[in-house]
């Protein structure tokens, strides 16, 4: 348990926002597997047994930490960044400025773990809780090829549009937004046509319950992609964080709304069509921002 606070610090001395916005991604690449090689050498050296496994989390929180003073001391060394303790003005400026950004990262992890939840609170029904989590984590691992090109197209495209035309912002997020859907509805439809392949690998046996949750939010792939090029890269990059924000919480709302009067209904799966709509509603709130946007500068 306490190894789990060593690896939330070492998580917090890295400052992957730094190499972020220098568009140094490579270091955080060559930082992380430096981290995972000292703890593959630690579990080799000193775990010996299956009752040495508490220490595995442990081997892990210190590899990140050194990985965390390794890219502290780059950071001083290649970069010339100095260190100091901020004024309570500063960090009070910071939080008012990013509260946004805050808020875009937490509330979509809120809602997401808030249906397993309503699901147990409204049938008690361990199964239906256990099929919608494989099913949603089956889905997160799909949509986290977005994590890596969100981290790089970010500050990218930021760096590009930064004091350009908002037109000229609006066709590289409107190019952006076509490849990421070419890219994403073939992955839709292997979700769709091979559930219960995916199923014997996930879970080694096949559920007509988790088949049918499968298919329904195999279009989150593709819907999440949009509104992660759309909103993350497209708004956030072109300062319209609240813009953004506002689309999430609406979306987050008709989510809880959706989630309890359709679990009551049609349980887990009821609880998938709320997410599916809810993120569908967030994809047309995005469209129709920069669509209206594009209007605007046609006239």
């Known amino acids: 348990m306490y190894s789990a606070f060593i690896m939330a610090l070492g998580y917090a001395l890295f400052p992957v926002w ?5 568009e140094e991604m490579k270091l955080i690449t060559i930082l992380t597997s430096m981290a995972k090689t000292l703890f593959s050498i630690f579990i080799f050296l000193f775990i010996k047994n299956v009752n040495q496994y508490i220490y595995v989390h ?9 990985a965390g003073i390794i890219s502290l001391f780059l950071c001083y060394k290649k970069y010339n960044i100095s260190y100091n303790v901020p004024k ?8 008012k400025r990013g509260w946004a950004q805050f808020w875009i990262t937490v509330l979509p992890a809120v809602y997401s773990k808030a249906n397993p939840i309503i699901i147990k609170f409204i049938k008690n029904n361990n199964e239906a809780v256990g099929v919608y989590s494989t099913a949603e984590k089956t889905l997160t691992a799909a949509r986290m090829i977005f994590n890596p090109a969100s981290r790089v197209l970010l500050p990218y495209t930021s760096r590009k549009v930064a004091n350009k035309r908002l037109d000229y912002s609006l066709k590289r997020i409107y190019k952006l937004i076509t490849l990421s859907i070419i890219f994403t509805i073939p992955i839709s439809i292997i979700f769709f046509i091979f559930a219960n392949q995916l199923q014997i690998i996930l879970v080694g046996y096949i ?16 819907i999440g992609g949009i509104n992660i ?14 813009v953004f924000l506002k ?4 979306s987050g709302i008709t989510s809880l709304l959706l989630s309890f009067v359709l679990t009551y209904k049609l349980s887990a799966m009821g609880a998938t069509i709320s997410l599916l709509t809810s993120e569908a509603f967030l994809m047309i709130y995005l469209l129709l921002y920069l ?3 594009k209007n605007e500068q046609d006239k």
Request: net charge negative.
């Open 18 to 22: 730094f190499f972020q916005g220098i």
């Open 229 to 242: 090029f759309d909103g993350i890269i497209g708004l956030t990059s072109t300062g319209r964080e609240r």
């Open 291 to 293: 669509n209206k946007l």
């Open 88 to 95: 309570f003005k500063e960090i009070f400026f910071q939080l």
């Open 207 to 222: 559920n007509d319950d988790l088949t049918t949750i499968l298919r329904i939010v195999s279009p989150l792939v593709t």
């Open 247 to 250: 689309g999430i919480l609406l």
């Open 58 to 66: 442990f081997f892990e929180s210190i590899g990140f930490v050194f």
